[in-house]
């Protein structure tokens, strides 16, 4: 058995829980049969698993975990040739948990072995998150109407406040309205430091709800549009840890929750593949459309 570390870093509504419960039915539905690793042999209980998958399968949204919740998921899988078995531990931390991080610059005692173990990264971002890193400039060059005019050629006073015109009050600022992509890179960053020294071999993106990345020809030209200072940080300490960008989408389509079934969405449409795992859509690096564990065997360094 080859123990790797794989730890699971995203904000809320990243995608981490979907993505568990779907590779939890990949790999024991066996519907797809050319992924890059299988199941391996497990004991234990897996209730939790369980529950997440059933949900996932039949169509509905995965309960995301709750703050005050602390999941430990522990799946076996299994390259078949050469033969090599995989422990993946990690927990499925709230984003709560990790935005509480940033915040308070405080680690929790239960994440620190995780962090100081990882010799891989699954990092979740969200399609479905809109940009929230926006310039002034940008919102002008939108709402040119909203613009403040142009300033005279009178000379301005020292301290004058002219050419905030238009703008409004300044807004206090929020530590927690800290832009998400600022987050993740000051995490990254922070936790490689001392005490904590994370130091990952390999890195692995995950960009979810990838059927909704509209427009968008590579999960690298996504991210670099729209979280261009993560992808710099990446690009720029590849002599630290190498990368990769997958984009997911572990549904394959908007689901409802199941306490409102009548959300309009594409459940019913999903429903028709008799093969839930087919509904699995990853692009990136040669993965197979449906495979969910290519991203871990490169992060656990036994890719094909």
């Known amino acids: 058995m080859s123990d790797q570390e794989i730890m699971v870093l995203g904000f809320q509504a990243s995608g981490k ?17 050319d992924t890059a690793l299988v199941m391996g042999r497990h004991n234990g209980d897996f209730r ?5 998958s059933a949900a ?5 949204v995965v309960g995301r975990t709750l703050s005050e919740e602390w999941r430990p998921i522990a799946i076996n899988l299994r390259r078949v040739v050469p033969e090599t078995d995989i422990r993946l531990s990690f927990v499925d931390i709230a984003g709560e948990t990790v935005e509480r991080i940033f ?7 239960r994440v620190e072995p995780l962090i100081r173990d990882a010799s891989g ?13 926006d310039s002034i400039v940008d919102l002008y060059r939108e709402f040119p109407d909203e613009a403040p005019p142009e300033p005279a050629d009178e000379p301005t006073e020292v301290g004058s406040t002219a050419s ?16 998400q992509q600022v987050q993740l890179v000051d995490l990254l960053d922070s936790l ?5 020294e994370m130091r990952p071999k390999r890195i692995a993106v995950i960009i979810s709800a990838w059927d909704r990345a509209h427009g968008a020809l590579t999960p690298e030209s996504w991210l670099e549009d729209h979280m261009p200072l993560l992808f710099q940080y990446l690009v ?7 990368t990769r960008i997958y984009g997911v989408s572990a549904q394959g389509g908007h689901v409802p929750p199941k306490d409102n079934p009548t959300e309009p969405s594409d459940r019913d449409e999903l429903l028709r593949q008799p093969e839930a795992s087919r509904r699995i859509r990853v692009v990136g690096h040669g993965a197979g459309g449906h495979d969910l564990t290519h991203p871990i065997a490169w992060l656990s360094g036994v890719e094909s």
Do not use: C, Q
């Open 17 to 33: 829980t979907t993505f568990a419960a779907a590779l939890w039915h990949l790999v024991g539905s066996r519907e797809i049969n």
């Open 48 to 52: 939790y698993l369980d529950e997440i």
């Open 56 to 60: 996932w399968a039949g169509g509905w």
């Open 103 to 109: 915040v308070t610059r405080e680690v929790d005692e």
């Open 121 to 133: 990264l699954l990092l979740f971002v969200s399609a479905l998150r809109p940009k929230d890193d």
């Open 164 to 179: 905030a015109a238009g703008l409004g009050e300044a807004m206090p600022f929020k530590i927690e309205a800290t832009p």
């Open 192 to 196: 490689a430091d001392e005490p904590l």
């Open 236 to 242: 720029t300490h590849s002599d630290e840890f190498e």
